[in-house]
């Protein structure tokens, strides 16, 4: 449906697409299914993503969903009144590159204009990307502009949405998100390739390889460091990457990570593997990957005794500990001293690390009573009063900004819950289905990137935060 402005113009369609500015022409013209500049009327369908208003005028982004196109509009204007789009490839963080294109002037005798079309993402160079209308009136300095908005290539859903949005803080030139997080990119790549596997989507699989080529030799190589609690993570994304593409080199770097974190397992304690390379914590966290990753990499090689020892023994050292406490919350470690709970936070990735750990050795060894405490702690960690404010999950001291480790805790917790929802008849399904429907509604840009509050409101978002949520939404019925 072509917009219903049009009408109202009266003047000649030939100087529809005129004034470009030269900071427009110097942009890069993109050409996907069509080239940027395309005439608006030939879009077969119109939907207004999001709206700006200043003194009067009303600025608007269009979507072309079926090409992937957007264009500006400007409406209740006058002559001389601007309208233009930019664009950005990293989310709205920048746009430098790609500003101000098709800017253009309502002509005389009309009250609205538009800009040409312009392609949302490259296709070319793989750059996912969000773009918005901004304008001012003839008479005036100040500039408005809409929100960010994409077409729904690639975002068709809420899963895939959020796993575009996500894409749009990956770095291609380190296979890493943002400002190069690194435990925290593990857990953003295990999401997308999670989004991968349940939804069919595999748009972004090329993540795999190119993280895993870009850093294979970062750090000690094979994604190993002295934070044994690091190395598990990404041994564990090897392992689903391993899953999805059937490549060997993967399984063999999820082995090597997993050798790496048992050389550092000592009698201290009873037991246990270290959180650090300096030997001096042992926390949940590290061991519960530990179980994990070794449960996983049993299933995986057949013939194995070596890792479905490593998990059976950790599990034994870990109930030893008492770090499962009273009221079935994971505390985060092992006082040295006493060898006993230490009764610091339960973190809620504590919870879902453990649980998914729990799943994985049932599946290995038939172990009933592994499923039995897994269930225990999702029972536990799902009505917690401390863990869930008003039914919705928030991490204690949970920030408004996403920055630091923490906003990153909740994503491996659903990710846990998940796994075991689907393995005991979905109990958790309206527990997950809360979580999701209330981050949606009130934590959300209109590009579906996400903040840390999934109760609301929306504040900032980075990868951490979004892979959360992604995690949230692959979990969610």
Request: with cysteine.
């Amino acid at each position: 449906m072509r917009h219903k402005w049009i009408a109202a113009l009266t003047v000649a369609a030939t100087v529809l697409l005129q004034v470009q500015t030269s900071s427009a022409a110097q942009a890069a013209t993109i050409c996907n299914r069509y080239c940027d500049g395309r005439d608006p009327a030939l879009s077969p369908g119109d939907r207004v993503a999001t709206t700006s208003t200043l003194h009067g005028r009303s600025f608007k982004v269009h979507i072309n969903d079926t090409d992937a196109m957007i264009w500006a509009t400007v409406e209740n204007g006058q002559a001389g009144d601007q309208v233009w789009l930019d664009r950005s490839f990293d989310g709205g963080r920048t746009w430098s590159g790609d500003s101000r294109l098709g800017d253009t002037t309502v002509p005389a005798g009309a009250g609205g204009w538009r800009t040409s079309m312009f392609n949302v993402d490259n296709w070319g160079s793989r750059g996912v990307g969000v773009l918005r209308a901004c304008g001012k009136a003839s008479d005036r300095p100040e500039l408005t502009c809409t929100g960010w908005a994409r077409s729904n290539w690639n975002a068709a859903d809420r899963r895939t949405a959020a796993a575009t949005a996500l894409m749009m803080r990956f770095d291609q030139g380190t296979g890493l998100f943002d400002t190069n997080g690194w435990w925290t990119g593990a857990n953003a790549l295990t999401a997308l390739i999670d989004n991968s596997r349940i939804t069919g989507m595999h748009s972004y699989d090329y993540a795999i390889a190119t993280t895993y080529d870009k850093q294979i030799n970062a750090r000690q190589g094979q994604f190993r460091n002295e934070y044994l609690d690091d190395t598990g993570w990404w041994g564990l994304a090897w392992v689903a990457a391993y899953d999805r593409t059937g490549d060997s080199r993967y399984l063999s770097t999820a082995r090597a990570d997993a050798d790496h974190m048992f050389s550092y397992w000592d009698t201290r304690c009873g037991g246990g593997i270290y959180w650090r390379t300096d030997r001096t914590v042992k926390n949940a966290i590290a061991n519960s990957l530990y179980i994990q990753l070794n449960a996983a990499l049993s299933q995986r090689i057949g013939g194995d005794s070596v890792y479905r020892g490593r998990a059976q023994a950790g599990w034994s050292w870990f109930q030893s500990t008492g770090m499962i406490n009273s009221s079935n919350l994971v505390n985060d470690g092992v006082n040295l001293s006493t060898c006993r709970n230490n009764g610091d936070v339960t973190w809620t990735y504590n919870q879902g690390v453990l649980i998914n750990a729990l799943v994985q050795l049932n599946r290995l060894t038939g172990d009933a009573n592994a499923l039995t405490v897994a269930r225990r702690i999702g029972d536990a960690a799902t009505t917690s009063t401390y863990l869930n404010n008003n039914g919705i999950l928030r991490e204690p001291n949970e920030p408004d900004q996403c920055s630091g480790d923490g906003v990153s805790f909740k994503g491996p917790f659903v990710r846990g819950l998940g796994v075991l929802n689907a393995a005991v008849g979905r109990p958790y399904d309206a527990y997950l289905r809360r979580q999701a429907d209330s981050a949606y509604a009130k934590n959300r840009t209109s590009f579906d990137a996400y903040g840390s509050h999934w109760a609301g409101p929306y504040v900032s978002t980075n990868h951490s935060c979004q892979h959360s949520v992604l995690d949230l939404l692959n979990a969610a019925p």
